[in-house]
Nanobody, 123 residues
Framework: QVQLVESGGGLVQAGGSLRLSCAAS????????MGWFRQAPGKQREFVAG????????GYADSVKARFTIFRDNAKNTLYLQMNSLKPEDTAVYYC????????????????WGQGTQVTVSS
């Protein structure tokens, strides 16, 4: 099991940027594919971005392509999500998660989750 702690959320105006971080501890960070998910009030949790164990492969939801970038620093056991050109519809609690697969964008493959960090985008 890996422990995950997100940070970096906050309130930002539309068009602004935020960078989320997810610090991992416990088992070896490179044993996990990592992902970012989000959940808005009254909606189901949805996939945002995923990255392979070595960082070579990444995938994005259509709604965030070309605006968000997922990357990881395996030396620091940290996952990141750079979010640019934010929109009010990006408002949600953002979660990082770990999967023992090499690379996956499927929510059901993720077993370890952080507590989430709130992102609010004002119009």
């Amino acid at each position: 099991q890996v422990q995950l702690v997100e940070s970096g959320g906050g309130l930002v105006q539309a068009g602004g940027s935020l960078r989320l971080s997810c610090a991992a501890s416990g088992r070896t960070f490179t044993s996990y594919a990592m992902g970012w998910f989000r959940q808005a009030p009254g909606k189901q949790r949805e996939f945002v971005a995923g990255i392979s164990r070595n960082g070579a492969n990444a995938g994005y939801a259509d709604s965030v392509k070309a605006r968000f970038t997922i990357f990881r620093d395996n030396a620091k056991n940290t996952l990141y999500l750079q979010m640019n050109s934010l929109k009010p519809e990006d408002t949600a609690v953002y979660y990082c998660a770990a999967s023992t697969r090499w690379y996956t964008i499927s929510l059901r493959d993720y077993n370890d989750w952080g507590q989430g960090t709130q992102v609010t985008v004002s119009s």
